[in-house]
């Protein structure tokens, strides 16, 4: 049985860049530098066209290392999408956005399970709102949070989606993630809005 299509409406703010999805299922040969050069060649090519010709080779070489290392994280965890948004072409990425699968492939979760793997709190969780909710993709448990890092400094805030698509046995699990510092009502309308666009199709 083949996977189901997943799709996303992207965010209208310029900057948003899909990042190469995990490799398909199959055997493979050859030196693990050799298996990434696919991904190292998409992330040489995209910032070189994004920083422009006249970039310094180094800066070009820099970026070119955060694309592949941020797509290279998003694929050894699995995601089914991953997108990044950088508001400065160069820059660390404002914020993180994916969607994944959780649960096994004989029985769809329940929304109950679901809350308690995706609304935990502990010491270092600040406002955490949780509730359920419809997306057109199927009934969901919504989890805002803001959450301080081990040392108390860089801290997040996440709006995450755990969906149950009444066509899959796993749920489907959008998370999208930025710094607190940046933090604005725009971002979690953008969450909100591009986890109800969330399509899955047979």
Do not use: N
Not at 56 to 61: G, I, L, M, Q, R
Not at 95 to 118: C, I, N, R, W
Not at 135 to 140: I, T
Not at 159 to 179: G, R
């Amino acid at each position: 049985m083949t996977d189901p299509t997943l799709s996303i409406t992207t965010p209208q703010e310029p900057g948003w860049l899909k990042l190469p999805a995990r490799p398909a299922k199959r055997k493979l040969f050859g030196s693990k530098r050799g298996l990434e050069k696919p991904l190292t060649d998409w992330a040489d090519a995209h910032a070189r066209d994004a920083l422009g010709p006249d970039a310094a080779a180094e800066v070009v070489s820099a970026y070119a290392g955060l694309l592949a290392s941020l797509a290279r994280s998003s694929q050894e965890r699995g995601d089914r999408l991953a997108f990044a948004w950088f508001s400065e072409p160069g820059g660390l990425p404002a914020a993180q956005m994916s969607v994944s699968t959780f649960g096994s492939s004989q029985e769809p979760p329940a929304l109950d399970s679901l809350e308690e793997k995706f609304a935990w709190k502990d010491g270092q969780t600040g406002p955490l709102e949780v509730e359920r909710t419809e997306l057109p993709s199927g009934p969901a448990v919504r989890v805002r949070r803001e959450q301080a890092g081990d040392d108390g400094d860089d801290a997040t805030v996440s709006v995450t989606y755990a969906v149950l698509p009444p066509s899959m046995k796993e749920a489907l699990v959008f998370t999208m993630l930025w710094d607190r510092s940046d933090d604005a009502p725009s971002l979690t309308e953008t969450a909100d809005a591009t986890a109800c666009s969330l399509r899955v199709t047979a």
